[in-house]
T-cell receptor, first 114, second 115 residues
Framework: DQQVKQNSPSLSVQEGRISILNCDYT??????FLWYKKYPAEGPTFLIS?????DKNEDGRFTVFLNKSAKHLSLHIVPSQPGDSAVYFC?????????????FGTGTLLAVQP | DTEVTQTPKHLVMGMTNKKSLKCEQH?????MYWYKQKAKKPPELMFV???????INESVPSRFSPECPNSSLLNLHLHALQPEDSALYLC??????????????FGNGTRLTVT
């Protein structure tokens, strides 16, 4: 049972344009959401997070939006750069056990074309 | 450069071998994690250590045995593995397993192949 889903396995965007990566979740107990970026042969690198008490968090070129009623979050990257090409995982945590146990989505491969 | 260091980077072992994966962090984090990632799949949690005590075991087979000798080190002892255990094993740390506003910092992983 996949509690965190990224329905787009891949996305291709032109350099300078906006990249929008989407993520849906099913567990209403999740209250903290993160985005990680992963290059081949490296571990995931933390990008940005958002708590369920907010609907937007911005850090430089990266903005995460959270729609709790739709159980949906998205990551916007603008402007996109070739170095952003990587696999992006969304992750969620929270719930009854309240431990830092991340549940990852299946990932979206972003390719930014020069 | 990652602040979580994992060794070795690659490991090939037979099904009768005993080997260990090592992870080290010097960020003062008190929670450490083992994740397993198969090809084209998301990382899946295996174990969580909090203040050097095992707090979560995600029903991992006993052929995987974690150990946390001190707050900076985390080991994963491997014995009698199966070919389907071949995967990327990721270590991570965070300030605390109860503060889930603290993101996990991952190492670059150990690519394990069981023959």
């Amino acid at each position: 049972d996949q509690q965190v889903k990224q329905n787009s396995p891949s996305l291709s965007v032109q350099e300078g344009r906006i990249s929008i990566l989407n993520c849906d979740y099913t567990n209403s107990m999740f209250d903290y959401f993160l985005w990680y970026k992963k290059y081949p042969a490296e571990g995931p690198t933390f990008l940005i997070s958002i708590s369920s008490i907010k609907d937007k968090n911005e850090d430089g070129r990266f903005t995460v939006f959270l729609n709790k009623s739709a159980k949906h979050l998205s990551l916007h990257i603008v402007p996109s750069q070739p170095g952003d090409s990587a696999v992006y995982f969304c992750a969620a945590s929270g719930g009854i056990r309240a431990t830092n146990k991340l549940i990852f989505g299946t990932g979206t491969l972003l390719a930014v074309q020069p | 450069d990652t602040e979580v260091t994992q060794t070795p980077k690659h490991l090939v072992m037979g099904m009768t071998n005993k080997k260990s994966l090592k992870c080290e962090q010097h960020m003062g984090h008190r929670a450490m994690y083992w994740y397993k990632q198969k090809a084209k799949k998301p990382p899946e949690l295996m174990f969580v250590y909090s203040y050097e005590k095992l707090s979560i075991n995600e029903s991992v087979p006993s052929r995987f045995s974690p150990e946390c000798p001190n707050s900076s080190l985390l080991n994963l002892h491997l014995h009698a593995l199966q070919p389907e255990d071949s995967a990327l094993y990721l270590c991570a740390s965070s300030t605390s397993d109860r503060d889930y506003n603290s993101p996990l910092h991952f190492g670059n992983g150990t690519r394990l192949t069981v023959t």
